[in-house]
């Protein structure tokens, strides 16, 4: 192992490798801004007539908008999972938000307050993430508010999974997203502390909020050397609870919880903004890359149909239907990303090695990734993503892929595959299976050639 990458991979990087390795336009900072169940059609500059969100609109006014980008999977876990990975839900260590065996057995509270004990699985330390391979080029990484890749295994959390610093909740610790949107519990790396101005269930700091003076704090620190900043709000996913709601209230043909919904969308927007004026303060802007995305559709708690939050797309969270899956990706960069919108078929294991080969770490990537390099995407030149297949799975009860224009989908246990043409079809209305056969044949081997077996989620014959 050459010296520096000792250095990177131990974080005892000296004054002078820090000062040399400072973060510029065509080395930039990275941060990823994930929304949590947030619909395609949530956002202004995706066509939404009701939710406000001008900063986020104007990210995509001035750099690239993919509009056929796809989540790693249809829920929270396993999307998150890919996105880290860079492997589709066929390969990577989580599949489901809870697994039939395996894993470990722990507390689940629903919004309601009700208690039941599920198992779930959780990244092991030998898997790389998108952390660990910039962190080993240099970059100081850290997620701010949501990982769910830790199952209930407390040392998995991500400040052990490759981030040099983590401020946020936990799986494990049930009590540390509890009351979710006013959070009093919130972990600092391994460290338990706490929001006072939250005690007693008070309404003063809400999660977005703090979510965002976390991730200012961390760019403050960090502003004289390249970063990674992970940040993943929870807005806008259920309970909906917010207590500024006064963007919506003209709307008074709408009910409490879709203008609660909508709210906690344009609060995260203000958020954005909040943090985008931060990087201009500082002179940050030019050198550091935006994305922004959502980890699968809406749920079916959001107003859906008074809101439109899928874009009239077929199916919702949890479903491998393009509402469950299709969501928004921005990108933004200013003097080098250009404004343009992107129709390439993209999905979230093409982050990490494009980030890889953004941040010339390219040799730290692993083996067995499925995602490609979409990079030059982001400036204007070509890459061929149309004549590959995407792949998505909920391990024996849905599964889905899509080839150019046509996807196989169906999203239940031993159910025939429904084929659709999304150039004609995108709403997923007219399933094509029985016009043609041979092409539902050739998705099936390919399909099951793409699932490779795991110890939590066996199927029938493995």
């Known amino acids: 192992m050459n010296y520096r990458l000792f250095l990177a991979l131990t974080g005892a990087v000296t004054a002078a490798d820090t000062m040399a390795q400072k973060a510029t336009p065509e080395r930039p900072n990275v941060i990823f801004i994930l929304a949590d169940d947030m619909g395609y059609g949530d956002l202004s500059c995706f066509g939404s007539k009701h939710v406000k969100t001008p900063n986020i609109d104007r990210l995509s006014d001035t750099g690239t908008t993919f509009t056929q980008c796809y989540a790693g999977s249809g829920i929270s876990s396993p999307s998150r999972c890919s996105l880290m990975t860079g492997k589709h839900t066929g390969n990577t260590r989580i599949r489901d938000n809870q697994c039939p065996v395996g894993g470990i057995l722990g507390v689940k509270i629903n919004a309601n307050g009700d208690t039941t004990y599920i198992r779930r699985t959780n990244l092991m330390p030998t898997d790389t993430t998108i952390a660990t391979v910039l962190g080993a080029a240099g970059y100081r990484t850290c997620l701010v508010n949501k990982w769910h890749l830790d199952g209930y295994d407390p040392t998995a959390s991500p400040n052990h ?23 009093y519990y919130r972990f600092a790396g391994d460290s338990l502390t706490t929001i006072e101005e939250n005690a007693h269930d008070a309404h003063v700091r809400h999660n977005t909020d703090i979510s965002t003076d976390d991730a200012i704090a961390f760019i403050s620190r960090n502003k004289v050397r390249p970063f990674f900043l992970y940040l993943a709000y929870d807005a806008p996913h259920e309970p909906y609870i917010i207590d500024e709601t006064s963007w919506y209230d003209g709307q008074e043909d709408w009910s409490m919880n879709t203008r609660r919904y909508a709210s906690l969308i344009t609060h995260m927007d203000c958020a954005i903004g909040r943090l985008l004026a931060y990087l201009d303060c500082e002179g940050l802007r030019e050198n550091t890359l935006i994305i922004f995305a959502s980890d699968n559709g809406a749920a079916v708690q959001a107003p859906i149909a008074e809101l439109n939050c899928n874009a009239g797309f077929h199916g919702r969270k949890g479903q491998l239907y393009e509402g469950g899956i299709r969501v928004p990706m921005i990108v933004n960069q200013p003097g080098r990303v250009p404004a343009q919108k992107l129709q390439n078929l993209i999905y979230f294991p093409d982050v990490m090695p494009t980030l890889a080969a953004l941040t010339g770490s390219e040799k730290n990537l692993p083996q067995g990734i499925n995602g490609i390099n979409i990079l030059p995407l982001f400036y204007g030149q070509p890459v061929d993503t149309d ?32 084929l659709y043409n999304l150039k004609d079809d995108p709403e997923e209305r007219h399933n094509l299976a029985d016009k043609y056969p041979e092409i539902v044949r050739r998705f099936d081997e390919a399909m099951r050639r793409m699932h490779q077996p795991s110890e939590c989620w066996p199927l029938e014959g493995e």
């Open 161 to 183: 999974r490759g981030f040099d610093e983590f401020y946020g909740w936990t799986i494990s610790t049930v009590h540390s997203n509890s009351p979710y949107y006013y959070p």
């Open 387 to 418: 004549h590959r297949m995407l792949y998505w799975e909920f391990p024996g009860k849905q599964r889905a892929a899509r080839l150019g224009d046509w996807k196989c989908v169906t999203i239940k246990k031993n159910a025939p595959l429904e």
